[in-house]
């Protein structure tokens, strides 16, 4: 059984900045994308970043140029460093693996396996 881990998830004020960290707990395919999605109260999970094999890296347009998504050395590890938040970035934020370890995907549904979630916080 794969787990993801998420943790770095906090209360911060408006302009401040968390990082959050996703673990593999095992690998056992050897090539992914890693992604980061976020749900916020009564709105549907959406995109936030991924992160391919070979590093090409995708950001939404809510993020882009305030999130940097990044990986560990051994890979099965997945950053998302957060500046500049905003009280609309509060939201649940989950780690996500896609086993096809290229492309641009966006949705869900293309991702095979789930962390738990961590929450974030921004207030005003």
């Known amino acids: 059984q794969v787990q993801l881990v998420e943790s770095g998830g906090g209360l911060v004020q408006a302009g401040g900045s968390l990082r959050l960290s996703c673990v593999a707990s095992r690998r056992t395919f050897s090539r992914y994308a890693m992604g980061w999605f976020r749900q916020a109260p009564g709105k549907e999970r959406e995109f936030v970043a991924r992160?391919?094999?070979?590093?090409?890296?995708y950001y939404s347009d809510s993020v882009k140029g305030r999130f940097t998504i990044s990986r560990g050395n051994g890979k099965n590890t997945a950053y998302l460093q957060m500046n500049s938040l905003k009280p609309e970035d509060t939201a649940v934020y989950y780690c996500a693996v896609d086993l096809t370890d290229w492309g641009t995907s966006v949705a869900s549904t293309a991702y095979d396996y789930w962390g738990q979630g961590t929450q974030v916080t921004v207030s005003s």
């Open positions: 992160i391919n094999w070979n590093d090409d890296t």
